[in-house]
C-alpha cells in the first residue's frame, strides 16, 4: 500500500483530472519502468541484491530513542561479604536514613558493623513509547568495597533521569553471573562478583513522551552513518515504492518523509517503511587501531600502493647494582651505598622489505604479514605508510 492510498482513505475524489490520480499514474508508470529494467538486467542486479538490507538496519527514526536512567540503593542479604562499614561510612548513613522512614531510630554514634549489606548504583535503559506498569532490567553495580553481592537482594530504589525526576522502582533479587571462593587468605575468582542484572526488576512510573517529527505530516529519517550516496539511494527507493516527493534528503544523514496524519495509517506506513531494502553504498576505507589493546582492524575497502618499509627495534637496557662501601674501624667515616649502573643498546639491523601493492583486503594482509612484524611495530608501521601516501585508507586511533 502506498502512500497515496492512506491519504487518499481521508482525501475526497476530486475526479479523474486531481492530483491524486495524477500521482497514482506517475506511480504506476514508476513501477513498470522498474519492473522492466530488472527484468532486463537480472543478471547485473543479482549481485547487488544479495547485498540489500533493510531500512531499519541502515537508519532510525528521530525522535524514538532510549533514555538512561539512574539510581543509589541498598543491597542486602549478602554472606558476609558486603561493605566494611569502617571504610565506607555512606553505607552506614543510607541504612540509618532508611530505617528512619521505616520507624526506626538509631541512637546517634551507634557502631553498626554491618557485612550482609552493600552501597550499590542502579542504572536503567527506559525504551521508547514505555507506558507506566511495563518491567525493564536494571544492572546493579557496587560502589563500597564489598566483594560479592551473591545472594542479595536490591531494596526499593528510586531510578531518576537527567531531569531529576523518578521514573521508574527497581526492587529484587540479583543475578549475579560469577562464582568465587576463599580460603586460609586465598581466594579465587570467575568473572565480576560485583555487578550484576535483575531482569525486569524496576516497574515505570512515569512514561517519557516521544515526538517523531516536526510538523504535522512528517517524520525525519536519520541515517546511521552519513553518506551522500546511501542517503539518494533511500530517497529514490522510497519515492519508488510510496510515489515521488514521499522522501526528501536533507543532507547526507536526514531525510524528510511525508506521512500520514492519521496514527494508525502512520504506524503501517513506517512499518512498510522499515522492511523496504536498500542496497547501502561501499564504506569509506578506514583502519581503526587501538592503542591501548594493540588490535588493528581494517575494512574491505583498504588498499595499499607499493612501497619499502624498514622497521628497526630499539631497546635500551639499564642494569643497577648497588655496591656497599663500608669505612676502616675506628675511622669515623660513615657506610656509603654507590650505584653501579650499566647501560646497554642494541638495535635490530633490519633491511627495506618490498610491500607489494594490494588492491583487496586479502592483497592488504598477505603484503602487511610479509614484514614479520608485531601488533605494536604494524601499528607505527601503519602510521608511517599513511604519511607516505601508500595505504588509502583512513586511520583513526581510539
Same mark, same amino acid.
Given at each position: 500500500m502506498s502512500i497515496m492510498s492512506f491519504l487518499s482513505r481521508r482525501a475526497p475524489n476530486t475526479g479523474s483530472s486531481g492530483p491524486i490520480r495524477h500521482l497514482r499514474r506517475t506511480t504506476s508508470t514508476l513501477a513498470v519502468a522498474a519492473a522492466m529494467s530488472v527484468a532486463g538486467g537480472a543478471v547485473l542486479l543479482a549481485p547487488g541484491v544479495a547485498h540489500a538490507e533493510r531500512l531499519k538496519e541502515l537508519a532510525s527514526i528521530q525522535g524514538v530513542r532510549d533514555n538512561q536512567l539512574i539510581g543509589y540503593g %541498598? #543491597?542486602?542479604? %549478602?554472606?558476609?561479604?558486603?561493605?566494611?562499614? /569502617?571504610?565506607?561510612?555512606?553505607? #552506614?548513613?543510607?541504612?540509618?536514613?532508611m530505617l528512619s522512614q521505616l520507624g526506626i531510630t538509631v541512637a546517634p554514634g551507634t557502631n553498626m558493623q554491618l557485612k550482609n549489606v552493600a552501597a550499590v548504583m542502579v542504572t536503567a535503559t527506559l525504551p521508547a513509547f514505555t507506558r507506566p506498569g511495563q518491567a525493564i532490567d536494571v544492572v546493579v553495580s557496587s560502589m563500597g568495597n564489598a566483594k560479592s553481592l551473591r545472594?542479595? /537482594? %536490591? %531494596?526499593?530504589?528510586?531510578? *531518576?533521569?537527567?531531569?531529576?525526576?523518578v521514573y521508574a522502582l527497581a526492587q529484587g533479587n540479583l543475578l549475579i553471573g560469577g562464582a568465587g571462593a576463599a580460603a586460609n587468605g586465598s581466594s579465587v575468582t570467575i568473572n565480576q562478583l560485583a555487578s550484576g542484572r535483575i531482569p525486569s526488576g524496576a516497574i515505570v512510573e512515569r512514561a517519557v513522551p516521544t515526538a517523531m517529527g516536526g510538523q504535522p505530516g512528517t517524520v525525519q529519517m536519520e541515517l546511521n552513518a552519513t553518506d551522500f550516496s546511501t542517503a539518494q539511494r533511500v530517497v529514490d527507493? #522510497?519515492?519508488r515504492r510510496f510515489g515521488y516527493g514521499t522522501a526528501q534528503a536533507l543532507d547526507g544523514r536526514v531525510i524528510l518523509l511525508r506521512t500520514p496524519t492519521d496514527p494508525s495509517s502512520r504506524v503501517q506506513f513506517l512499518a512498510q517503511l522499515e522492511s523496504l531494502e536498500v542496497r547501502p553504498d561501499n564504506t569509506a576505507a578506514r583502519v581503526i587501531i587501538n592503542a591501548r589493546t594493540g588490535s588493528v582492524v581494517m575494512n574491505q575497502n583498504v588498499t595499499?600502493?607499493?612501497c619499502a618499509v624498514a622497521h628497526g627495534n630499539l631497546s635500551v637496557v639499564i642494569d643497577t647494582q648497588n655496591n656497599v662501601s663500608q669505612p676502616a674501624p675506628f675511622s669515623g667515616g660513615q657506610t656509603v651505598v654507590a650505584p653501579n649502573s650499566q647501560i646497554s643498546v642494541q638495535q635490530e639491523n633490519n633491511a627495506l622489505k618490498m610491500v607489494k601493492a594490494g588492491a583487496n583486503l586479502a592483497d592488504v594482509v598477505k603484503a602487511l604479514n610479509s614484514l614479520g612484524a608485531s601488533p605494536a611495530d604494524l601499528m607505527s608501521i601503519l602510521q608511517?605508510? *599513511?604519511a607516505s601516501g601508500a595505504l588509502r585508507a583512513d586511520l583513526e586511533i581510539i
Open positions: %541498598l #543491597v542486602a542479604g %549478602l554472606d558476609n561479604s558486603g561493605d566494611q562499614t /569502617t571504610q565506607t561510612p555512606f553505607t #552506614v548513613q543510607s541504612m540509618t536514613n545472594g542479595g /537482594t %536490591l %531494596l526499593m530504589t528510586p531510578l *531518576k533521569g537527567p531531569d531529576g525526576q527507493a #522510497v519515492n595499499i600502493q607499493q608511517a605508510m *599513511k
